[in-house]
């Protein structure tokens, strides 16, 4: 395995953010975009198509374009020093990166921005149904959900990946007419209803724990690293709802490159749910749990602490009027923002079509030079195994600005 070394940037706090930021501009320049398309694939054959950290023989794939180092900024004044105390002086050195996520074998990994040839390579494990899982260029009639990096972004699904450029334009009377409800499907092929399936842990699986650590998170006391969910934040919501539906789950394990001390990664929910059980225990979710020395938790959750989810914040794109009910015409509307009326044309030609979802978000966390961490990406329903939710993901990337807690903020 050959890992390149990166631009290295000494970091001297306070001009160090002045520094990355102005390296971060000089390598997006060499960035270009590329025509977006549908959808692309799903992994119905189990089958990713990852060959984590494999060699190529060509020659020309043993040498990247030089763009220089990406350099992931994480959250501005609301993350810390990596460096430790204030005026103290560090050395990041990010490992430069070519997306990969064009090549004819590239899977669910390479296209999250990870185990591209001759980069560091990250062991990889899924978990739930293949047809719950997929790649995307594109979701709606917008440019509102264009790959954030390389060419293709991960979906991941409590529902089929398939159904999502599938949706009932409930005011065209001459548009076509669907015999099931697109993303509102049991991912166990069994009756929605049925009380549990082969993708129905109920019960959410290790090393996620929806158990608070305290009245404080380990950012303010890391003792409290390993004895739950260290943001605090989806104990509540888990709690309430009766029980995981529909899991779907990727995860990798790998060591920190020396002298990087965050990581970040792009993100989009969106949730069938949506207006009918908004503020319900049908509160379906996305977590991001991150094993590390530092953090035991979720990583994603809004300005408030609460996790990604139908009933947290960032929920910007909000389509109930081309639903089949106005909500002007339902005096028990669940949403109050939008009980006059809301309109999304982000969602529209999707399945999202009168439901609702969030822009492009960046969750950004501190990490250890050197340690070993684990990240799970995972979404599921909670009570029951139909009216699906969905996270795209992309863009992940090593950071020079570490600092706990994480953060997770809209992408402009």
Known sequence: MVMFVGMMVKLEPPRARALSTALALLGASACTDEEQVGVLDTYADGNDGDEAGDDDDDEEEETTEDTGPLLDLGGGEEMGNPCGEE??????????????????????????????????????????????????????????????????????????????????????????????EPCSADLDGIDNFEPEGP?????????????????????????????????????????????????????????????????????????????????????????????????????SFDEMGNPISLNAGYLDFKDPSS?????????????????????????????????????????TASAVPGEEITMVFAIFDQSDSVLDSFVFLDNFQWGCEGGSPPTTIPIP
Request: aromatic letters at 12%; glycine letters at 12%; charged letters at 20%.
């Open 323 to 363: 639903g089949p009910f106005p909500p002007q015409d339902d005096p028990n509307f669940p949403d109050p923002e939008c009980a006059q009326g809301c309109t999304a044309e982000e969602l529209h030609g999707t399945c999202m079509q009168g439901h609702a979802g969030t822009k492009w978000l960046t969750t």
């Open 87 to 180: 005026g103290g002086e560090c050395e990041c050195n990010i490992p430069p990166h070519q997306p990969c996520d064009d090549a004819p074998d590239a899977g669910l990994f390479e296209a999250l921005g990870l185990n591209c040839p001759d980069e560091l390579g990250v062991d990889t494990a899924m978990t739930g149904n293949p047809e719950g899982m997929g790649l995307r260029e594109s979701f709606g009639d917008t440019d509102a959900f264009a790959p954030r990096e390389g060419s293709r972004y991960v979906v991941l699904g409590s529902g089929y990946v398939a159904h999502l450029d599938q949706y009932d334009d409930w005011n065209d009377p001459d548009g076509p007419i669907l015999e099931y």
């Open 199 to 299: 993708y129905d842990p109920i019960t959410l699986p290790a090393p996620i724990v929806p158990q608070n650590v305290g009245a404080v998170d380990c950012s303010e006391d890391p003792s409290l690293v390993g004895t739950g969910d260290c943001s605090n934040s989806i104990a509540e919501q888990v709690n309430a709802g009766m029980g995981a539906y529909d899991y779907t789950e990727l995860r990798f394990t790998t060591a920190v490159p020396s002298e990087v001390y965050s990581f970040s990664f792009d993100l989009a929910f969106f949730s069938y749910e949506y207006p009918d059980y908004f503020g319900s225990q049908y509160n379906d979710m996305f977590v991001g749990w991150l094993e590390s020395e530092s953090w035991t938790g979720n990583v």
